[in-house]
């Protein structure tokens, strides 16, 4: 029979962690429950909603459709750090001068999913963002000033 539990070394927010962890574990659950990054949120845990998002590798996944096991070896960022790093600091400011957030559920789904559109360059159509942040839910908002916050993130960005 398999081992159930597994020895896992990875950076997380460019931390180097060691931990033994059960192989069913989600990414999301391992972040919130063993190091304490509550910052991404669980809601539909199978993949639609987008309050789990994080990247690993550079490249935004869904924590609760990744195994913390797979994550072995892997550089794990979450809105904890990429926050702390500045990166999104301008679209933290655009989404409160917009009040693009109101319960703040799926906010660090929806920066983390933003910056990636936005890492791409240049100013995407409402269109394009609207379609990028489509896998990303809000039950607050409406989604307008969501869009809106994002555009104007993108034109100062590609003013500077
Ligand atoms: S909790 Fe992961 S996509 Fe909804
Ligand atoms: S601000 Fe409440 S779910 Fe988006």
């Known amino acids: 029979m398999s081992e159930r539990f597994h020895d896992i070394t990875l950076t997380v ?18 972040l919130r429950e063993n190091l304490a990054l509550t910052g991404s949120h669980v ?28 994550c072995d070896g892997a550089r794990v960022e979450t809105i904890e750090g990429i926050a702390d790093s500045n990166e999104i600091a301008d679209l933290q400011q655009a989404f ?20 990636e559109l936005l890492r791409a360059g240049g100013v995407p159509s409402r269109e394009t ?16 000033a969501i869009i809106d916050a994002v555009e104007a993130v993108a034109q100062a960005r590609a003013s500077d």
Request: charged share 15%.
């Open 13 to 30: 927010n460019g931390e180097a962690v060691h931990e033994h962890v059960d192989a069913r574990k989600t990414l999301v659950d391992f």
């Open 43 to 70: 809601g539909c845990e199978h993949g639609v909603c987008g309050a789990c998002t994080v990247r690993v590798d550079g490249v935004v996944v869904r924590g609760c459709l990744m195994l913390a096991v797979q």
């Open 96 to 115: 409160i001068a917009r009040n693009a957030l109101q319960c703040g559920f799926c906010t660090p789904g929806m920066l983390l999913t933003a910056q």
């Open 129 to 144: 963002i609207r379609t990028h942040l489509s896998g990303n839910y809000c039950r607050c908002t409406g989604y307008q």
